[in-house]
C-alpha cells in the first residue's frame, strides 16, 4: 500500500562539523548507527512504516556514501509507484548555486517534486532518532484544516536555547516562534504540556524540524527567492497568515547534533529497556548485506549489542555497540564503546601467516573504554584507550577527544601498546 497523498522529502544536511570527525568524508545522514544502520535510516523507516513509499532525499555535502547506501538498500517492485530517490545539488537555468539552507534546498528541488501527484508535503530531517507514525500527524493535520502543522517535543530551559521555539493555543494552534531565544527569553515561551512533562520541567514546546505543507501553499512559499530556512524565515512568517498546527510528541526523539548526543543515543541502545526500541513492530531498514553470523568464544557479555558477521574473542565486553564485521582479539576488554566495525574481512591466510601487523580490529590484551571507533581501524596489541573528563579536547592524525570521549578516525591504525 502506498499513501498517494504524501510526497516524502528528507533533507541531507549541511556540513555537520559538530559531529566531526565521523564526518570528515561522510555527510550526517550516512553516519552509521547501532552497529548496522545509518542515521538516514530511521527518516525513511518511519515513511515506509507510514505507508509513504515515494521519497526524495536531499543532498549536497559529503553525500558519495549516502548516495551508495541509499542506492545499494531501497528497492521496490517493478511494479509499484515506490522509490526512495537522491537529488544532488545541481546547476539549472534557474540556480547555479549550492543549497543555501534547508527551504532553499527545497526550492532548488521543486521541480522534481511537482512532476508528481501530492496533496501534502512531509519534510523530514535525516540525522534524528525516533520512531513516529506519520498517519496520526497528517490525519490530524486533515482534520484541524490546518496549511502548516509542526512536530513539537517539550524541551528543558538548558536545550530549549538550542531550539525553534514555539507557543500555541488550547487548540493547538501555533500562535508565535523564536529560533533559539536567549536564556533570559526563556520565561515568555512556556506552553502548555503535559502533566509527565512538567513534573520532567519540560515547559518549552521545540520545533522538531519536521513539517506538512499543503502542496498549494508549500508552491507559493517557494517562490521567493530571499527566503532560504525553514525554522529562521519560512515558519515565523508564515504564522499568522496562514493556519499553522503543533503537533505534539512526547516520545522518544533526539536531535544527533553532537558527538555527546551522537554517544549517548548508541549506548542508550543497550539499556535493559532503551528508549529508543528497536525490537517492534516498526522495523528500521538498512542494507541486507547475507553476513554470516557473529563467533564469540571466552568472552562475559553485558549489556551488550552484537551485529552479524563478527568474530569476538575478548575477556569482557559490557555496555557496548559493536557493529558489523567487527575482530575483538583474546584477553581484551571492552567498555562504555561503540565500535562501528568494518566494509571488509581479511584473509584467513594473511591472519595465519601474520602478513599484517595490525589486523583490522580491536587486538590482544586490550583496553578500550569510553570510546567511538570508526569503520576499518586497527587498534594494535596491548592498547590502552580511556576516555573520560580527565583527558584535554585535543586533535591528533588518528584521534580526536570530544568532551572525554575517544574517537578513533576512519581508517585509523593505533600502534601496539599505545595509551590514551
Given at each position: 500500500m502506498i499513501n498517494d497523498k504524501v510526497l516524502g522529502i528528507i533533507l541531507g544536511g549541511g556540513q555537520?562539523?559538530?559531529?566531526?570527525?565521523?564526518?570528515?568524508?561522510?555527510?550526517?545522514?550516512?553516519?552509521?548507527?547501532?552497529?548496522?544502520?545509518?542515521?538516514?535510516?530511521?527518516?525513511?523507516?518511519?515513511?515506509?512504516?507510514?505507508?509513504?513509499?515515494?521519497?526524495?532525499?536531499?543532498?549536497?555535502?559529503?553525500?558519495?556514501?549516502?548516495?551508495?547506501?541509499?542506492?545499494?538498500?531501497?528497492?521496490?517492485?517493478?511494479?509499484?509507484?515506490?522509490?526512495?530517490?537522491?537529488?544532488?545539488?545541481?546547476?539549472?537555468?534557474?540556480?547555479?548555486?549550492?543549497?543555501?539552507?534547508?527551504?532553499?534546498?527545497?526550492?532548488?528541488?521543486?521541480?522534481?517534486?511537482?512532476?508528481?501527484?501530492?496533496?501534502?508535503?512531509?519534510i523530514l530531517s535525516g540525522d534524528q532518532l525516533y520512531n513516529m507514525d506519520f498517519n496520526d500527524m497528517i490525519s490530524k493535520h486533515e482534520q484541524s484544516g490546518a496549511k502548516i502543522s509542526i512536530a513539537t517535543y517539550p524541551v528543558n530551559a538548558k536545550d530549549a536555547t538550542s531550539f525553534g521555539i514555539l507557543k500555541t493555543d488550547k487548540n493547538n494552534t501555533i500562535t508565535s516562534f523564536i529560533e533559539k531565544p536567549k536564556k533570559e527569553l526563556l520565561p515568555d515561551w512556556t506552553s502548555n504540556v503535559s502533566q509527565e512533562m512538567k513534573n520532567a520541567d519540560r515547559n518549552y514546546l521545540a520545533s522538531m524540524g519536521i513539517y506538512i505543507f499543503n502542496r498549494d501553499l508549500l508552491v507559493e512559499l517557494m517562490s521567493n527567492p530571499d527566503t532560504i530556512d525553514f525554522g529562521k524565515e519560512i515558519i515565523p512568517q508564515a504564522i499568522g497568515k496562514h493556519k499553522t498546527m503543533s503537533y505534539p510528541y512526547e516520545g522518544y526523539w533526539t536531535d544527533i547534533g553532537n558527538i555527546d548526543s551522537f554517544f549517548e543515543a548508541n549506548i542508550g541502545l543497550t539499556d535493559?529497556?532503551?528508549?529508543?526500541?528497536?525490537?517492534?513492530?516498526?522495523?528500521?531498514?538498512?542494507?541486507?548485506?547475507?553476513?554470516?553470523?557473529?563467533?564469540?568464544?571466552?568472552?562475559?557479555?553485558?549489556?551488550?549489542?552484537?551485529?552479524?558477521?563478527?568474530?569476538?574473542?575478548?575477556?569482557?565486553?559490557?555496555?557496548?555497540?559493536?557493529?558489523?564485521?567487527?575482530?575483538?582479539?583474546?584477553?581484551?576488554?571492552?567498555?562504555?564503546?561503540?565500535?562501528?566495525?568494518?566494509?571488509?574481512?581479511?584473509?584467513?591466510?594473511?591472519?595465519?601467516?601474520?602478513?599484517?601487523?595490525?589486523?583490522?580490529?580491536?587486538?590482544?590484551?586490550?583496553?578500550?573504554?569510553?570510546?567511538?571507533i570508526d569503520k576499518n581501524c586497527r587498534i594494535g596489541d596491548g592498547t590502552v584507550i580511556n576516555g573520560g573528563m580527565h583527558l584535554k579536547n585535543?586533535?591528533?592524525?588518528?584521534?580526536?577527544?570530544?568532551?572525554?570521549?575517544?574517537?578513533?578516525?576512519?581508517?585509523?591504525?593505533?600502534?601496539k601498546g599505545t595509551r590514551i
Open positions: 555537520g562539523s559538530r559531529l566531526y570527525p565521523l564526518t570528515a568524508d561522510r555527510s550526517k545522514p550516512a553516519v552509521p548507527i547501532a552497529g548496522k544502520y545509518r542515521l538516514v535510516d530511521i527518516p525513511i523507516s518511519n515513511c515506509i512504516n507510514s505507508d509513504i513509499k515515494r521519497m526524495y532525499v536531499l543532498t549536497q555535502f559529503n553525500s558519495a556514501s549516502l548516495n551508495k547506501h541509499i542506492k545499494n538498500t531501497y528497492h521496490f517492485s517493478f511494479f509499484s509507484a515506490a522509490f526512495v530517490d537522491v537529488l544532488a545539488a545541481e546547476q539549472t537555468m534557474k540556480s547555479d548555486k549550492w543549497f543555501q539552507g534547508t527551504a532553499d534546498a527545497v526550492r532548488q528541488s521543486m521541480h522534481h517534486f511537482l512532476q508528481h501527484d501530492f496533496e501534502y508535503a512531509l535493559e529497556l532503551p528508549k529508543f526500541n528497536l525490537y517492534d513492530e516498526n522495523r528500521v531498514y538498512t542494507r541486507a548485506r547475507i553476513l554470516p553470523t557473529s563467533k564469540i568464544a571466552n568472552t562475559t557479555l553485558n549489556k551488550t549489542i552484537i551485529a552479524d558477521g563478527c568474530i569476538i574473542n575478548a575477556e569482557k565486553i559490557e555496555k557496548s555497540v559493536i557493529g558489523i564485521r567487527s575482530r575483538i582479539g583474546k584477553n581484551s576488554v571492552v567498555t562504555n564503546t561503540y565500535m562501528m566495525g568494518n566494509d571488509f574481512y581479511e584473509s584467513l591466510e594473511d591472519i595465519q601467516n601474520k602478513k599484517i601487523e595490525n589486523l583490522v580490529g580491536i587486538g590482544d590484551n586490550c583496553t578500550i573504554n569510553n570510546c567511538i585535543i586533535e591528533t592524525d588518528t584521534y580526536q577527544v570530544k568532551e572525554g570521549i575517544v574517537i578513533i578516525k576512519k581508517g585509523a591504525t593505533i600502534p
